[in-house]
T-cell receptor, first 113, second 111 residues
Framework: DAGVIQSPRHEVTEMGQEVTLRCKPISGHDYLFWYRQTMMRGLELLIYFNNNVPIDDSGMPEDRFSAKMPNASFSTLKIQPSEPRDSAVYFC???????????FGDGTRLSIL | GQQLNQSPQSMFIQEGEDVSMNCTSSSIFNTWLWYKQDPGEGPVLLIALYKAGELTSNGRLTAQFGITRKDSFLNISASIPSDVGIYFCAGITGTASKLTFGTGTRLQVTL
């Protein structure tokens, strides 16, 4: 079975550019999560969706970050404009209903120069 | 955000040794999960625990859900080089599947 698929795996761009990260959750999963991982702060939940609807975006750092889930098989996390402090590994995860465990993609390593 | 207290922070052990790590919280959790993360990859689920007191094994791995629902431990028996990585505990409470992650235990195995 295909797991959570993220693209791109690596992104290097200059400060001020728009960055779009993509995620395809596991088919049939109702929940989708976006995380950011850094050495200093560990894994931080940014936002999560249930049935394509954003439920909790309290972890989104600021207005420069936005996330969408237009359908059950696709989500994007956008940063505009990007800043060097946004450099991190961004993970997408999905889970079924209730208390089922989350399954993670392999992440996008983002470097903002 | 809130994080679980995970210890030890890092471990250096010899191949064949047993490993024990734990996770504690001031809050109650309904589900405890243990993940392993290899370099350049996402966390991979190792064990899920759903009931207080539950003891679950997955090969050489054994994990327990604490009776108080505020802690969990993970044991690895007879460690091998491929056990190297970062181990995270995670707890679920309240609504949905929103996870709170531990700070991670970095495991190094020497031959």
């Amino acid at each position: 079975d295909a797991g959570v698929i993220q693209s791109p795996r690596h992104e290097v761009t200059e400060m001020g550019q728009e960055v779009t990260l993509r995620c395809k959750p596991i088919s049939g999963h109702d929940y989708l999560f976006w995380y950011r991982q850094t050495m200093m702060r560990g894994l931080e939940l940014l936002i999560y969706f249930n049935n394509n609807v954003p439920i909790d975006d309290s972890g989104m750092p600021e207005d420069r970050f936005s996330a969408k889930m237009p359908n059950a098989s696709f989500s994007t996390l956008k940063i505009q404009p990007s800043e060097p402090r946004d450099s991190a590994v961004y993970f997408c995860a999905s889970s079924g209903t209730g208390y089922q465990p989350q399954h993670f993609g392999d992440g996008t390593r983002l470097s903002i120069l | 955000g809130q994080q679980l207290n995970q210890s030890p922070q890092s471990m250096f052990i010899q191949e064949g040794e047993d490993v024990s790590m734990n996770c504690t919280s001031s809050s109650i959790f309904n589900t405890w999960l243990w993940y392993k993360q290899d370099p350049g990859e996402g966390p991979v689920l190792l064990i899920a625990l759903y009931k207080a007191g539950e003891l679950t094994s997955n090969g050489r791995l054994t994990a327990q859900f604490g009776i108080t629902r505020k802690d969990s431990f993970l044991n690895i028996s007879a460690s091998i080089p491929s056990d190297v990585g970062i181990y995270f505990c995670a707890g679920i409470t309240g609504t949905a599947s929103k996870l709170t992650f531990g700070t991670g235990t970095r495991l190094q195995v020497t031959l």
